[in-house]
């Protein structure tokens, strides 16, 4: 097989063709620039523009075979270890709803994480099938859900007779990652794919220290946002099947090609290519010094009072098997601010933009190839001004979570839910009516109450009182939980 991990075999295609200046007879109609606005050419440039092309261009996507778009996607598979690679423009959203069409060919019943992407409850909708949730382990002490065990797995797929698939999250935002290949062993022993939504985790393939790579051990779709850390563009993400033979490659490929537009971005297969070629060729060393500066970022702020971090210490706690450390989680309950709070804080100190913020902890990502690292600095010096304003909390490290009440009965499937006559009520008047939406309460961010569920009046009272606590809930309609959308039963 063609192996040459240095090649770009799809972004050299498409710069030769922005390069010979073609008659452009077919769209976009800025035609390579040409009719583009001039704050458009001045804020992405010329060639940005020369190269964006549409899908089936002779010589880019169609032509003799394998064409450069099917090299390019070899390349990512043999890169991964995939059996076969999909180019997504749709996000990591587009793998999960791809995933969810494609276990549908073979049954409607699926065990799936309950605190899986809101994308994953779209695959749900979209396919009809019925889950059953698996809860992964709370921290009750940081208010985070990590991820599934093995025996939990196991027994959610012994109560799903049928079931077609499983389906995990690994690693989590906050960089726990689950015993993949436990959890395929599991699966497989029970006769059903392992489905591993590993948005967080496309780097881990690229360096033995990291969590073992869901494909590696043993997963047989694997989602991937591909644009998080290993940084190709925004919007840009890969599936890849494994090789247990499982799923069909044809099946997966009618999927992809339901949830796709038939205009891909050119540019986004570009950069997956090209991000594809930085991770394969120099990740290794690029990962090295990312997670050497990325300790010593972690040890100047556990250094700070007030302050600690997530880190490998979380190893072998329930549902945390290995930690993944391109990531800074910054856990901020000795200080006398809660991560809302801080998140702002750390804004106006030095315009400091995290990527996510709870209640106790804060996360900082950061990427495979970034240079040097004057961010994490940054970063440092931004907690230690903020925790100088706000003071510490003594009393903050001790506080735990009280466990959420268990969920509803599914009445309905969530697509039947979804599609459903549904009807706005105030929130004293929904238990008992079957919800149209999803309540998560976050901290830390399970849902309560999926769409298909009965309400219950123990839930929604625990979703209030978070909220009354400073927490926030999503996927509500209304965000301050006056109201619910529910089903309308006869
Ligand atoms: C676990 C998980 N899966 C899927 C997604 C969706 O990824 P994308 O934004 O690439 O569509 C996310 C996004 O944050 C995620 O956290």
């Given amino acids: 097989m063609d192996n040459d991990q240095q090649e770009t075999p799809y972004l050299d295609a498409l710069r030769a063709y922005a390069d ?38 002779y010589g880019i996507d169609v032509g003799s075979d394998p064409t450069p778009f099917e090299r390019a996607q070899r390349l990512a598979a043999a890169a991964w270890g995939a059996k076969r690679a999909w180019f997504l423009i749709n996000g990591a959203s587009q793998g999960n709803l791809s995933a969810g069409l494609a276990l549908a060919h073979s049954g409607d019943r699926v ?36 991820c599934l065990t093995e025996q939990t797995l196991d027994r959610a797929l012994a109560e799903t007779p049928g079931a077609v698939g499983a389906w995990v999250i690994s690693p989590t935002y906050f960089g726990a990652a689950a015993n993949v290949r436990g959890l395929a062993e599991v699966a497989h022993a029970r006769g059903v794919p392992l489905v591993v939504d590993e948005a967080w985790g496309a780097h881990m393939a690229f360096h033995e220290a990291l969590p073992e790579h869901a494909l590696a051990a043993g997963a047989d779709l694997v989602i991937s946002s591909t644009h998080k850390i290993v940084g190709s563009l925004t919007q840009s993400a890969m599936l890849h099947l494994g090789h247990g033979g499982r799923i069909s490659a044809e099946v997966v490929d009618r999927a992809v090609t339901l949830t796709e537009s038939t205009s891909p971005n050119s540019l986004l297969f570009a950069s997956l290519d090209a991000q594809r070629r930085q991770a394969a060729v120099h990740g290794h060393e690029l990962l090295e010094r990312m997670m050497d500066a990325l300790a010593q970022a972690r040890a100047e702020i556990r250094a700070i009072e007030g302050l600690d971090v997530l880190d490998d210490r979380l190893t072998g706690r329930p549902g945390v098997y290995a930690y993944d450390p391109l990531r800074v989680a910054v856990d901020v309950r000795g200080i006398a601010a809660n991560g809302y709070e801080l998140a702002p804080l750390l804004r106006e100190i030095d315009d400091i933009n995290l990527e996510l913020y709870g209640q106790n902890v804060v996360v ?7 240079r040097g690292l004057p961010e994490a600095q ?30 509803g009965e599914l009445a309905m499937t969530p697509r039947e839910a979804y599609l459903g006559a549904q009807e706005v009520v105030p929130a004293a008047q929904a238990a008992g009516r079957i919800a149209a939406e999803s309540l998560a309460s976050y901290p830390p961010g399970i849902p309560n109450v999926l769409p298909g569920e009965r309400l219950t009046a123990e839930t929604l009272s625990f979703v209030q009182r978070t909220l009354e606590m400073g927490g926030s809930v999503r996927g509500a309609s209304d965000r301050q939980l006056h109201t619910v959308r529910v089903v309308l039963e006869d």
Avoid: C, Y
């Avoid at 452009?24 to 992405?44: F, N, T």
């Avoid at 409850?121 to 990590?146: K, N």
């Fill in 20 to 57: 010979r200046h073609p008659a452009r007879l077919h769209v976009p109609g800025h035609k390579g620039g040409d009719g583009a606005d001039d704050a458009l050419i001045e804020a992405i440039g010329e060639l940005a523009l020369r190269m964006d092309v549409p899908a089936l261009t």
């Fill in 111 to 146: 065990v799936v994480q309950r605190n899986a992407h809101s994308s994953t409850i779209d695959a749900m909708v979209l396919s009809g099938m019925r889950p059953t949730f698996a809860a992964p382990e709370v921290d009750a002490e940081l208010g985070i859900a990590h």
């Fill in 364 to 370: 900082a990502v950061f990427g495979l190839g970034e």
């Fill in 378 to 407: 940054r970063l440092v010096n931004a907690l230690r001004v903020a925790v100088e304003r706000v003071g510490l909390d003594p009393e903050g490290s001790t506080a735990s979570f009280a466990p959420a009440p268990p969920w």
